[in-house]
């Protein structure tokens, strides 16, 4: 009985290392467009076994906004380090998009964007002031457009690229209010300044 016991111990412990040296491989880099660490628009939902481990891995349903879902997988469930993968079919299979928006994160884009960013931080990246939508419905803050800065290059936003920023400070609604609309705003609006606000979802793309 005894040995029956070590016998199965060391196989559990084996996957768990398997599956941990598995998820230690990949890097965590997004390439707009191209890739999230391993992810690529090829990907199927059994090639993410292999690449993070069965039991990070997850089936379930990704909500995209305004009522929207898909089918999907997350990975890492429950961890700094999830991202929901909605599919393109019912057959788990080519990737729509991954979406990245645990705070802590080790996921990160090729130019250091990552959940908290700063509005700031982005500008810094950038290095010019972008467009972004003003807060008052689905789409508040995401960017609309870098206006020909450094990201325009290869972090275009649309076909490949959504980032999102929300407000991290609780201020007086008179405060927020020149901002409360659902019109495009330079992010070198001086109500920004007040928000706090920080990257808080990263979608890449996969047309």
Same mark, same amino acid.
């Given at each position: 009985?005894?040995?029956?016991?070590?016998?199965?111990?060391?196989?559990?412990?084996?996957?768990?290392?398997?599956?941990?040296?598995?998820?230690?491989?990949?890097?965590?880099?997004?390439?707009?467009?191209?890739?999230?660490?391993?992810?690529?628009?090829?990907? +199927?939902?059994?090639? !993410?076994?292999?690449?993070?481990?069965?039991?990070?891995?997850?089936? %379930?349903?990704? @909500?995209? *906004? #305004?009522?929207?879902?898909r089918?999907g997988?997350?990975t890492?469930?429950?961890?700094?380090?999830?991202?929901?993968?909605?599919?393109?079919?019912?057959?788990?299979?080519?990737?729509?998009?991954?979406?990245?928006?645990?705070?802590?994160?080790?996921?990160?884009?090729?130019?250091?964007?990552?959940?908290?960013?700063?509005?700031?931080?982005?500008?810094?990246?950038?290095? +010019?002031?972008?467009? !972004?939508?003003?807060?008052?419905?689905?789409?508040?803050?995401?960017? %609309?457009?870098? @206006?020909? *800065? #450094?990201?325009?290059?290869?972090?275009?936003?649309?076909?490949?690229?959504?980032?999102?920023?929300?407000?991290?400070?609780?201020?007086?609604?008179?405060?927020?209010?020149?901002?409360?609309?659902?019109?495009?705003?330079?992010?070198?609006n001086?109500?920004?300044?007040?928000?706090?606000?920080?990257?808080?979802?990263?979608?890449?793309?996969?047309?």
């Amino acid at each position: 009985m005894k040995d029956k016991f070590l016998t199965i111990l060391i196989v559990v412990l084996s996957l768990a290392l398997v599956g941990a040296s598995a998820a230690a491989e990949h890097d965590w880099v997004c390439v707009p467009g191209k890739r999230v660490g391993p992810i690529t628009r090829t990907t +199927r939902a059994s090639d !993410l076994f292999k690449m993070f481990g069965k039991e990070n891995v997850k089936r %379930t349903i990704v @909500e995209l *906004g #305004e009522g929207a879902t898909r089918p999907g997988t997350s990975t890492f469930p429950g961890t700094a380090n999830e991202i929901s993968i909605p599919w393109k079919n019912d057959k788990y299979q080519a990737p729509e998009m991954v979406i990245i928006e645990k705070p802590g994160t080790k996921w990160k884009t090729s130019k250091n964007i990552t959940i908290g960013t700063t509005l700031d931080g982005l500008v810094k990246i950038n290095k +010019r002031h972008f467009k !972004l939508y003003g807060y008052a419905w689905d789409g508040a803050g995401l960017v %609309t457009s870098w @206006e020909k *800065g #450094e990201l325009e290059r290869d972090h275009k936003i649309g076909e490949r690229l959504a980032i999102q920023l929300g407000i991290t400070r609780e201020v007086p609604w008179k405060d927020s209010e020149p901002v409360r609309s659902s019109q495009e705003f330079r992010s070198d609006n001086r109500t920004f300044a007040k928000l706090g606000l920080r990257v808080m979802t990263i979608k890449i793309m996969f047309p």
